[in-house]
């Protein structure tokens, strides 16, 4: 389950970003509707241009852990703590790396 409000790293559009459930979803839903926030600084995130989007629940990559504070610091603007955000950031590498991979083996065969 996906409680409305929830955070999570997820892939929007091929991009590895930090979202959040606009709503509550159950296991079975496919789609999860989100709100999606790009990195702008160190922990630091941004609602994005288009702030609303439809992912397939298989997209989730980890559900961040419930916080007692508030991570939104104004509208539009979210913080993470430094271990959820370096958990960003390990699956922002790996993902990256894991097109690098797949890059190359392509560049390989032709």
């Known amino acids: 389950m996906f409680a ?22 159950n296991k079975r839903e496919k789609y999860l509707d ?11 995130f941004l609602a994005t ?3 609303s989007a439809r992912i397939a629940s298989s997209d989730i990559l980890t559900v961040l852990p419930p916080m007692e504070v508030d991570r939104l610091l104004t509208q539009g603007m979210l913080e993470l703590s430094k271990k959820e955000f370096s958990q960003y950031i390990e699956l922002t590498s790996r993902h990256q790396k894991r097109y690098e991979s797949l ?8």
């Open 34 to 44: 989100v709100h999606t926030y790009a990195p702008f600084g160190e922990g630091v």
């Open 103 to 110: 890059w190359s083996a392509w560049v390989s065969k032709h």
């Open 49 to 51: 241009d288009v702030p």
């Open 4 to 25: 409305d409000g929830s955070f999570a790293v997820a892939l929007v559009k091929n991009r590895v970003m930090v979202v959040q459930a606009a709503r509550t979803h």
